[in-house]
């Protein structure tokens, strides 16, 4: 990690923990963004089911407060990308996550989401969603099941309620 970063990265901190206030204004809001988001789903293949299969109540993704999927972006804040990209689709992807109000956090979910699958050799096919629209949280698998989305729900949360901890995470790879 450069040196310089997580010295501004933690003099950030340290002023921001000085500013009582602001600090637990911020605790509060993450929080609450934690536990609600409004999912943007954007089902394109074979993960689109499994995506929908949370919802039933065997996995019942309403336990945690996630089950109200938005039909427009403009009032999501969570975009779960499912299934393979292609090139045809990677402009679309990417106007529905301009569209969305910050602060804006991106799943990708299965293999082909992730990193192409195995049609990452395809002319007609992005190697994966990153190369257009910064994830944020990846869930692979061909399909992932209900339990890897609910697990990597989770895992966002813990990004979002801890992001200066994520930073730092993200910036020592």
Not at 30 to 58: K, Q, Y
Not at 74 to 98: F, Q
Not at 110 to 132: E, L, W
Request: aromatic share 10%.
């Amino acid at each position: 990690m450069d040196v310089k970063m997580e010295k501004e990265l933690r003099d950030a901190e340290a002023l921001k923990e000085k500013n009582i206030l602001l600090a637990n204004v911020d605790k509060f809001l993450n929080w609450g963004r934690a536990h609600s988001f409004w999912p943007v789903s954007f089902g394109l293949a074979c993960c689109a089911i499994e995506m929908a299969s949370t919802g039933d109540p065997r996995y019942d993704i309403s336990r945690f407060g996630y089950e109200y999927f938005q039909a427009s972006p403009r009032n999501a804040d969570l975009m779960i990308v499912a299934g393979t990209l292609t090139r045809k689709m990677a402009p679309i992807a990417r106007r529905i996550y301009d569209q969305m109000a910050e602060p804006k956090w991106v799943i990708a979910m299965g293999n082909c989401a992730c990193a192409g699958g195995p049609f990452t050799d395809s002319y007609a096919v992005m190697p994966g969603a990153d190369c257009i629209i910064p994830v944020d949280v990846y869930i692979p698998g061909c399909p992932p099941r209900p339990e890897a989305l609910l697990f990597g729900l989770l895992q966002l949360k813990q990004k979002v309620q801890n992001p200066t901890k994520a930073r730092l995470i993200k910036h020592a790879k």
